[in-house]
């Protein structure tokens, strides 16, 4: 499955009922962080969040899986520069 993987600031996820149903997304929510993130260009089975990314010009939007978290802008940029990773810096 076609997907990509881009470092983006992004909520705290709980589940993928998300913020306006779950109290303990709406929790998370308040907390963002740089992460890791990996985006399928393809529809799934599967429930996941869905996000919005810019690779390069191009905007995509898809379901997504957080694969690690940063705690410091920093430490995301020393990462996407050791491992070819764009960072999203389109949404605060
Ligand atoms: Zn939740």
Do not use: W
């Amino acid at each position: 499955m076609d997907y990509v993987r881009i470092i983006k600031k992004i909520p705290r996820i709980h589940c993928a009922r998300g913020p306006k149903i779950c109290d303990k997304c709406k929790q998370a929510s308040k907390e963002k962080s740089y992460s890791l993130i990996k985006v399928y260009i393809e529809p799934s089975n599967i429930a996941r969040p869905i996000t919005e990314v810019y690779v390069g010009c191009r905007k995509i939007v898809g379901e997504f899986e957080v694969q690690k978290r940063f705690k410091t802008l920093e430490e995301a940029k020393k990462y996407a520069i050791e491992h070819g990773i764009e960072i999203d810096f389109s949404i605060e």
